[in-house]
């Protein structure tokens, strides 16, 4: 009878670890998507800053591409920075409103929370990964 009881114990020990390590895992899950995308928020701000100058520098830009319609490249210029910008604006609303704390929540839950939040920041990363792309191919037609 006791080993019944010390096994029921050890199992109960090991559920009660194994249901612990569930959220964590799925919250993990999710730092490490925003960490890649932390580390490409860095790029759209390059790039952002790349845009603005060009903005704020046509005459060289036409100097440099003395084919170009300035007044069309402005518009792309702004609507390839404007489409960065909310991509960035996304990554912040995410952050600000991710809660990584889930005192008060089952483990289910805390679960279905993380996965929930994991779908969101992917969106962003997928997001940020398409604008960096973009950017990066209307930047690269003047060798910026």
């Not at 903005?55 to 490249?73: F, S």
């Not at 779908?119 to 990363?125: E, P, S, Y």
Request: charged letters at 30%.
């Amino acid at each position: 009878m006791k080993k019944i009881a010390g096994i029921s114990m050890l199992v109960l020990a090991f559920a009660s670890c194994k249901q612990q390590a569930d959220y964590k895992a799925s919250r993990d899950e999710v730092i490490k998507v925003h960490d890649v995308v932390m580390a490409d928020q860095g790029k759209v701000v390059d790039q952002q800053l790349r845009l603005s100058e060009m903005l704020k520098n046509m005459a060289a830009v036409k100097a440099q591409n003395p084919k170009i319609d300035t007044l069309v490249e402005k518009d792309s210029i702004i609507i390839v920075r404007d489409r960065l910008n909310v991509a960035e604006e996304a990554m912040n609303t995410w952050m600000h409103e991710f809660e990584p704390d889930v005192t008060g929540k089952s483990n289910e839950e805390a679960i279905a929370y993380f996965e929930a939040e994991k779908l969101k920041i992917q969106k962003v990363d997928t997001t940020f990964k398409q604008e960096l792309k973009s950017a990066a191919a209307y930047l690269s037609k003047f060798k910026k």
